[in-house]
């Protein structure tokens, strides 16, 4: 089946830095990919996604970039502030397979002012 | 809209204890998913399912059972309750096997 892995587990940087998170995962079928941002206690929030036929997305200062060949997906955020500490999921899902997503282990990020 | 909710938001429970969690969203969606979420971890999918009548077994599934007899609710069931089963629980719907929205979790803890 489908495993994902990500990192870094945790990553620290100044405000106003960018961040950049990896994942790569295992099933070359899979074309839907996710990342959710998790603050301290509460529910996962979808804060961008990508499929398979595109290379790249951007939202603002979020953006996602894809490369099938190698099975890895990267998410950046740019001109980090303290509002997007938090650990970040990336997950992956197959086509007809009932929208299952397989997360990562999670990424904690902490934004320094 | 509500969205997804959960109930409860808390529960302890002794061990061989047996609980239902309850999920209902008022979205009108289709699919619908049970995850659990350990300590410092990611997500890790218990159950789901396509639509109302079908469900499906995902990568934890030992220790539970659901229904789905509508399209708004997914209950989830813990019939012997064990300390391995300490964890937050969150439901999640979603309209295409895509996008999915997550309740607000339910923490459960097993004593």
């Known amino acids: 089946g489908e495993n994902v892995e990500q990192h870094p587990s945790t990553l620290s940087v100044q405000e106003g830095d960018s961040a950049v998170i990896k994942c790569t995962y295992s099933d070359s079928a899979s074309n839907y990919f996710p990342w959710y941002k998790q603050e301290l206690g509460k529910r996962p929030q979808l804060i961008i996604d990508?499929?398979?036929?595109?290379g790249e997305k951007k939202d603002q200062r979020i953006a996602v970039t894809l490369n099938k060949t190698a099975k890895h997906f990267s998410l950046h955020i740019t001109e980090t502030q303290p509002e997007d500490s938090a650990v970040y999921f990336c997950?992956?899902?197959?086509?007809?397979?009932?929208?299952?997503?397989?997360f990562g282990q999670g990424t904690e990020l902490s934004v320094k002012p | 809209n509500a969205g997804v909710t959960q109930t409860p938001k808390f529960r302890i429970l002794k061990i061989g204890q047996s609980m239902t969690l309850q999920c209902t969203q008022d979205?009108?969606?289709?699919?619908m998913y049970w995850y659990r979420q350990d300590p410092g971890m990611g997500l890790k999918l218990i159950y789901y399912?396509?639509?109302?009548?079908?469900?499906d077994k995902g990568e934890v599934p030992n220790g539970y059972n659901v229904s789905r007899s509508t399209t708004e609710d997914f209950p989830l069931r813990l019939e012997l309750a064990a300390p391995s089963q300490t964890s937050v629980y969150f439901c999640a719907s979603s309209y295409s096997p895509e996008t999915q929205y997550f309740g607000p979790g339910t923490r459960l803890l097993v004593l």
């Open positions: 399912s396509v639509g109302a009548g079908i469900t």
């Open positions: 979205m009108n969606h289709n699919y």
């Open positions: 990508i499929r398979s036929n595109v």
């Open positions: 997950a992956a899902s197959g086509a007809n397979q009932g929208g299952k997503l397989i």
